[in-house]
């Protein structure tokens, strides 16, 4: 007998949205349900993604070690990606945290829910949303994975720092090539000139350096400043958990001290040692510049160990 049944599901925002609905094969009346917010990107409800090609179901096989441990898992495309309707070009980041909170709708009105123990589990760019998600709609949790503290700005920086860290340490003619190529005052000048155009922007795109760019989603992530995500983690009436690995080199875990200095008692941080941006175990040198060639070599391997205990042993903790 499986241990997980699943169902195919149609989730009414203000577009459809497609996605799969993971439950435990056990005769309990209701479960506690987790929502997986996806990070940024084109990867769908299991963590693939079409462009570039890259198939590591990173978010079905959390799903399904979730429901594994007793939570009904509801994973789902974000619109315009997968089987869900909408147009990439023109989502905004309010968009998407709508989105969220259509998918806790669902869940609440979902006959095996708990409706009291709803989580928000958030991965890279999903932190940022459930985050803001549970000011307004508040939920029984939040779980942050890689992104924690943040908002949309201070990541691009962070790895702007790192990609200039890096071409500084590489040798041969690549690395001189690099140097001459990329310098340090004109990626900080053009970064500047994106944040002013953008949040001074209006429609729903934008040319920026001749390339049409999602305005609206640019500008709403960075209009929602850093003070704005750390008053929402402080006023959060839910115990929370944030997660980061120290070789992730798309969110930085010093960023999780922020949170232990809410000084909240129902707040946990853990910085996983070897952990990526993909929550995979990665203990070579932290690197930006192979970071895809990185990505697919690590594609099949398995969520980081650590997480999943981390994940139990909370989650068993405050809701089972």
Known sequence: MNSIIEELVSIKSDVIL???LA?????LDQYPAIVIINGSGSADRDGNMKKPALVTNLYKEL???LTNLGFITLRYDKRSV???EGDPIRIGMLDLANDVNSTISFLKQHSKVNSEKIILLGHSEGCILATKVNETTPVSGLVLIGGAATNLKEPMMYQNRQTLEEIKRLKGI?????RFLVKEHKIVKQSEELFIKMEGSE????RFKLKKMPAKWFREHFLYRLENVLDALRQANCPILAITGDKDVQANSEDLKRVDDLGKLDAKTVVIKNMDHMLKEYKGEKTILNLMKQYKKEATAPIHIQLKAELRDWLIEQYL
């Open 23 to 27: 439950l435990p094969n056990t005769d």
């Open 174 to 178: 690549k690395g001189k090539l690099l």
């Open 63 to 65: 799903a399904h070690f």
């Open 82 to 84: 997968g089987e869900s």
């Open 18 to 20: 497609k996605g799969t």
């Open 203 to 206: 429609g729903d795109t934008i």
